[in-house]
């Protein structure tokens, strides 16, 4: 993930001022642009509403430009400011170039205003595909670790772990991939002794530590920096982020339909809305039955074999070993 163009989503709030610093210092870090948008809803289409001395526009726009004469003052970044009064178009059009969208916290939990479509993160995530950061940390404090809640897909595990190594130090980054349990439930159900079931779960744990492994070795960082749980997703990876403290939880977030999120809430909406850090959403497209039976035959098929006098493929790597031409 590459930030050349950055936008965040301001109001009036401390929470919308903090994640517009969190932007400027990313778009500083990065060599990027930054735009300060505000969305705003008129309460009526009177003239005055939209043009008078203090209608709510102006004051946000005044407000935006004394914001962004103080980052030009503090770390020498020169925002282009702009208010939204069309319902979001103006917002869009800023997305389609841009590489990351930064939002306060409130923008990420829907309302009861907005049950249906969702919160604005979740509807620009869906409407475009551009990565959020939702933002709680202050934003002079540097991403130092991050935690990523990756699966066995190799095709969305690297841009997330690309992701996290981009925002923080590559040293920090640590791969968490929790087993499903109903696997374990569907082998108690089908009768097969205790020994088989411990089996099966400790070869199913092996192979998910190699993959991950494999993973990080090719997105560049060390083999050790996976760790594979056991147990219910949401509450495994509550449970490492308060134990492990990262500054930032990275996860991909499908780009489904609002009522399906309110059936059943995705993984990365539950993990925004109780975590306490920073959380990176990247947009997760659900894979069609074609695409499905390809990941399974790659995942049942043999693993590659390595050339003679090499390890295999998946074997372990230790800490500071570098891979063979």
Do not use: F, N
Request: proline share 10%; charged share 15%; with cysteine.
């Amino acid at each position: 993930m590459q930030l050349r163009q950055i936008v965040a989503v301001v109001d009036a709030s401390p929470a919308g001022v903090q994640a517009a610093w969190r932007a400027a210092r990313l778009a500083w870090a990065h060599g990027a642009t930054l735009s300060l948008v505000a969305p705003m809803a008129l309460p009526d289409r009177h003239p005055a509403s939209r043009h008078g001395p203090s209608a709510p526009p102006v004051r946000m726009r005044a407000a935006l430009a004394d914001l962004a004469g103080a980052m030009v003052a503090a770390i020498g970044i020169q925002p282009a400011v702009a208010v939204d009064l069309d319902a979001g178009a103006l917002l869009q059009r800023q997305l389609r170039t841009a590489d990351l969208l930064v939002v306060p916290a409130a923008a990420a939990r829907a309302g009861t205003a907005a049950w249906w479509h969702g919160s604005l993160a979740e509807r620009l995530l869906r409407e475009t595909g551009v990565p959020v950061l939702i933002v709680r940390r202050p934003a002079g404090t540097a991403y130092r670790s991050a935690l990523v809640a990756t699966g066995l897909d190799a095709e969305m595990a690297s841009p997330l772990l690309r992701a996290a190594r981009r925002l923080c130090r590559p040293d920090g980054v640590l791969a968490c991939h929790v087993l499903d349990p109903a696997i374990q439930h569907h082998l108690h159900a089908a009768d097969l002794p205790l020994s088989t079931v411990q089996s099966w779960m400790e070869t199913a744990t092996r192979r998910a530590e190699l993959a991950l492994g494999q993973q990080l070795v090719q997105a560049g960082m060390q083999a050790e920096q996976a760790l594979v749980l056991q147990g219910p997703a949401l509450v495994r990876l509550l449970h490492a982020q308060h134990s492990r403290g990262p500054s930032l939880v990275v996860v991909g977030k499908p780009r489904r339909k609002p009522w399906a999120d309110l059936l059943k809430p995705a993984l990365a909406r539950q993990l925004a809305a109780r975590v306490a850090c920073d959380v990176l959403w990247l947009a997760a497209p659900l894979p069609g039955a074609q695409v499905a039976r390809q990941r399974l035959g790659r995942t049942d098929a043999a693993p590659p074999c390595a050339p003679p006098g090499r390890p295999p493929v998946l074997a372990p790597q230790r800490a500071g070993a570098k891979l063979p031409p």
